[in-house]
């Protein structure tokens, strides 16, 4: 099988609104449920399962119920840190996942995630055991200088950069090994790890799948305002 694990366990703070910004509604819809629906109407994904802030399951499934999320089948509470989340849904498949299953970790507060790249990371992954979305880094890096942090002399050529997001996927039983032996260790669970940063801390070499600039992260009100512009905007169907 192909298993979504949606992260939705976070408050939102930084957005500012009274309700975790997974739930606020755009367009009479939540965001989480567009990031859903781009799960449930995948032909390569078999089942869901969503790590939720507590207090918000019976409104994750209403959801789900209204607008024919089918193949929610798991909601799991979510932990203190993003970390913490991905163990507990990572963990809650054992006995329901089979070793070989591909797990496709993806932020709830990424709806526009493109059915290209999901097919494109999750045949990586039955390829590789493991696959990252990433996209080619256009802007030039340049290093402070700590002589003077309002100088530099230092940069990093672009073309040995990649950005990383999710969709990420990865071998069950890698995934499910991989957690346990970082929360034992203390490895790649802290500050603003996720799971490919903890797969690298591991040891594990990460496989590149494509990338879409549409997946944007609603961390801001900015935010939201680009993503109600995307879901307007009128696509030119000459353009190759």
């Known amino acids: 099988m192909n298993i979504a ?4 366990g976070g408050s939102g703070n930084r957005m500012g609104q009274d309700i975790p910004k997974q739930f606020i509604n755009i367009y009479d819809k939540p965001v ?26 019976e409104v994750l499934w209403a959801y789900a119920h209204q607008f024919n999320i089918t193949k929610l089948k798991w909601v799991v509470s979510g932990g203190n840190t993003g970390q913490e989340s991905i163990r507990n849904g990572v963990f ?17 507060i990424r709806p526009l995630v493109d059915a290209t790249v999901l097919t494109d990371v999750i045949q990586k992954a039955k390829q590789y055991g493991n696959a990252v979305t990433s996209m080619p880094y256009n802007e ?3 290093i402070v200088n700590p002589e003077d942090e ?14 990383v997001s999710t969709p990420q996927a990865y071998q069950y039983k ?30 594990e070499t990460l496989h590149f799948a494509a ?5 944007i992260k609603l961390t801001t009100k900015d935010d ?13 169907t000459w353009l190759k």
């Open 5 to 8: 694990l949606i992260i939705a």
């Open 32 to 57: 989480l449920i567009y990031t859903l629906e781009g799960f449930q109407c995948h032909p390569m994904i078999d089942a869901i399962e969503v790590v939720c802030i507590d207090g918000w399951h």
């Open 92 to 108: 809650h498949l054992e006995n329901k996942a089979a070793d070989d299953d591909i797990i496709i970790v993806h932020d709830g």
């Open 140 to 142: 030039q890096i340049f």
């Open 150 to 163: 309002t100088t530099t002399k230092e940069y990093i050529p672009r073309e040995t950069l990649r950005r």
């Open 174 to 203: 890698k995934l499910d090994a991989a957690y346990h032996e970082a929360f034992e260790r203390e490895i790649g669970i802290y500050g603003s790890a996720y799971t490919n940063t903890m797969m690298v801390e591991l040891g």
């Open 211 to 215: 990338g879409s600039d549409k997946n």
């Open 224 to 236: 939201l305002e680009l993503f109600k512009g995307y879901l307007k905007i009128d696509k030119d």
